[in-house]
């Protein structure tokens, strides 16, 4: 208890998975929440399984001026801003995902929401924080690792990211900013996105998707939220003030997986 004690965390994508996981994780470790996401319906409901003084708001991450709007609104209801968590993404938006089915439009989609939401997060987050420090963790992928010619414009979003991460890490550093910035590297988990790729896999069929994807030697397993939250709460605590532009695998090793 107590790790992130009257800490303002601002989370995107925190109606359900990863985001809401994180939230609770975050609540019971002390800090005050907002929970932001696309949404409206889904946010309201999941702050029923948040403790009382979380706050939620609709957020487009891929307005600028929606990011302004939900700084300045946390801002003014907590009076700063010191943890960011870039969760928000998208998957696809199409049945298939590869070099030759994927048109402009759906790389465009699935781009807009996993690079430039977070590109705009980061921006926005400098801004607020860079004289009183904070710390920024974005969420990428194993496939960020990894080839994905399966899924080829969520695999060159999350390696964005990534690099993106480290960038806005570096150029902290050389400002002079006290500002941490690091990624978080999951397989698929148990969440709705996982339900999503799993149906892939299983042919329309979630469940039998997950079947086939344990059999899988090497792949480590499905991951829960929770496995993913705690290791973004590490990143947002000051157990990782020595932490800065790292990429923290979250995946049970399927990266290093032996094909």
């Not at 409901?45 to 001026?65: I, K, Q, R, W």
């Not at 609104?73 to 009076?79: K, L, V, W």
């Not at 990782?240 to 979250?250: D, F, I, Q, Y």
């Amino acid at each position: 208890m107590g790790r992130l004690n009257q800490k303002v965390a601002l989370i995107t994508g925190g109606a359900g998975g990863i985001g809401l996981a994180t939230a609770k994780l975050f609540q019971a470790e002390g800090a005050k929440i907002v929970v932001t996401d696309k949404n409206a319906e889904a946010g309201k409901a999941a702050l029923n399984a948040l403790e009382a003084g979380a706050m939620f708001l609709s957020h487009d991450v891929t307005s600028p001026d929606a990011w302004k709007s939900v700084f300045e609104q946390t801002i003014e209801q907590f009076g700063r801003i010191d943890i960011l968590v870039n969760n928000a993404g998208l998957l696809k938006t199409a049945p298939t995902q590869t070099l030759m089915t994927t048109d402009l439009a759906h790389w465009r989609a699935v781009n807009s929401v996993n690079v430039e939401g977070v590109f705009l997060g980061c921006q926005t987050a400098v801004r607020h924080m860079k004289e009183k420090g904070g710390v920024i963790v974005n969420i990428a992928s194993v496939a960020a690792n990894q080839s994905t010619p399966n899924l080829i414009s969520y695999g060159a979003s999350k390696a964005a990211v990534a690099h993106l991460t480290k960038s806005v890490a570096s150029h902290c550093l050389y400002q002079g900013y006290p500002i941490r910035c690091n990624s978080v590297h999951p397989n698929p988990i148990k969440t709705a996105m996982g339900d999503e790729l799993m149906s892939q896999m299983g042919g329309g069929d979630p469940v039998a998707g997950w079947r086939e994807f344990e059999k899988v030697k090497g792949y480590g397993g499905a991951g829960e939220p929770d496995d993913v939250a705690r290791s973004i709460l590490f990143l947002s605590s000051d157990e990782a003030r020595h932490t800065n532009g790292a990429e923290l695998m979250v995946d049970g090793g399927m990266a290093i997986r032996v094909s």
